[in-house]
T-cell receptor
Framework: EAGVVQSPRYKIIEKKQPVAFWCNPI?????LYWYLQNLGQGPELLIR????????DSQLPKDRFSAERLKGVDSTLKIQPAELGDSAVYLC???????????FGPGTRLTVL | AQRVTQPEKLLSVFKGAPVELKCNYS??????LFWYVQYSRQRLQLLLR??SRESIKGFTADLNKGETSFHLKKPFAQEEDSAMYYC?????????????FGQGTELSVKP
C-alpha cells in the first residue's frame, strides 16, 4: 500500500505563473482533503471532498485557487496566478467518510520567486 | 471560534526525562481531539485520539474539559520521540467535521 501519493514533491515557479498539484488518495477512501501548511504553522484546510462533491471549500481563495476531483478519486489543486505568499507546503489527505483518521501524503513544497 | 493552541514551539528534554506537550482548545461543543506526529522526512501521521484512551509509543493524553486541555505526556522520553507534534480538534461530522490544527511543538530529545 503506497499510501496517499502527491506530485510533484517540489515546485519552484515565478510569481504570476500557474501551478498544479496532483493527489491520489488511498484506494477506497471517499473523502479527500487539501491542506495548506505555512512555515512554522499547522495545516489549514483548504477544501474537503466527499466523493466528487466539494463539501467544504470555505477556506479556499477562489479568486486564484481551484480544485477538482473528477470521478471521485484523484484530485488536482491549481493556483493561477501564483503569488509570493503562496509559498508553502500543500498537503493532501484521505479518509473514509465518517472515520476520524486522516492519512496524509508527503506534501508538495511550493516556492514562488 | 474553534481554535487549538500549542504554547511551546520547541521543547527540549534529555533522554529518560518526562515530557509534556501542552495543548489547549476553544470549542463550545464536544470536540474530538487528536495528536498527530511528523518525524523527520516522514509524513504527518496520527499518534492518538482521545476517544480511544490508548497509549501509543508510551504517550498518553487526557481530555480535560474543565481546563479545555489535551496535553500529551510520556514518562520517559526517548531519542526517537524527537519530532513535530500537532494537536488537532475535529467538530462532529454533522457539524462539518473540519480538522483544526495547532501550530505544532517541536520535541527534541537529547542523549
Amino acid at each position: 500500500e503506497a499510501g496517499v501519493v502527491q506530485s510533484p514533491r517540489y515546485k519552484i515557479i515565478e510569481k504570476k505563473q500557474p501551478v498544479a498539484f496532483w493527489c491520489n488518495p488511498i484506494s477506497g477512501h471517499n473523502t479527500l482533503y487539501w491542506y495548506l501548511q505555512n512555515l512554522g504553522q499547522g495545516p489549514e484546510l483548504l477544501i474537503r471532498y466527499e466523493n466528487e462533491e466539494a463539501v467544504d471549500d470555505s477556506q479556499l481563495p477562489k479568486d486564484r485557487f481551484s480544485a477538482e476531483r473528477l470521478k471521485g478519486v484523484d484530485s488536482t489543486l491549481k493556483i493561477q496566478p501564483a503569488e509570493l505568499g503562496d509559498s508553502a507546503v500543500y498537503l493532501c489527505a484521505s479518509s473514509l467518510i465518517g472515520v476520524n483518521e486522516q492519512f496524509f501524503g508527503p506534501g508538495t513544497r511550493l516556492t514562488v520567486l | 471560534a474553534q481554535r487549538v493552541t500549542q504554547p511551546e514551539k520547541l521543547l527540549s528534554v534529555f533522554k529518560g526525562a518526562p515530557v509534556e506537550l501542552k495543548c489547549n482548545y476553544s470549542y463550545s461543543g464536544s470536540p474530538e481531539l487528536f495528536w498527530y506526529v511528523q518525524y523527520s522526512r516522514q509524513r504527518l501521521q496520527l499518534l492518538l485520539r482521545h476517544i480511544s484512551r490508548e497509549s501509543i509509543k508510551g504517550f498518553t493524553a487526557d481530555l480535560n474539559k474543565g481546563e479545555t486541555s489535551f496535553h500529551l505526556k510520556k514518562p520517559f522520553a526517548q531519542e526517537e520521540d524527537s519530532a513535530m507534534y500537532y494537536c488537532a480538534l475535529r467538530a462532529p461530522h454533522n457539524q462539518g467535521g473540519k480538522l483544526i490544527f495547532g501550530q505544532g511543538t517541536e520535541l527534541s530529545v537529547k542523549p
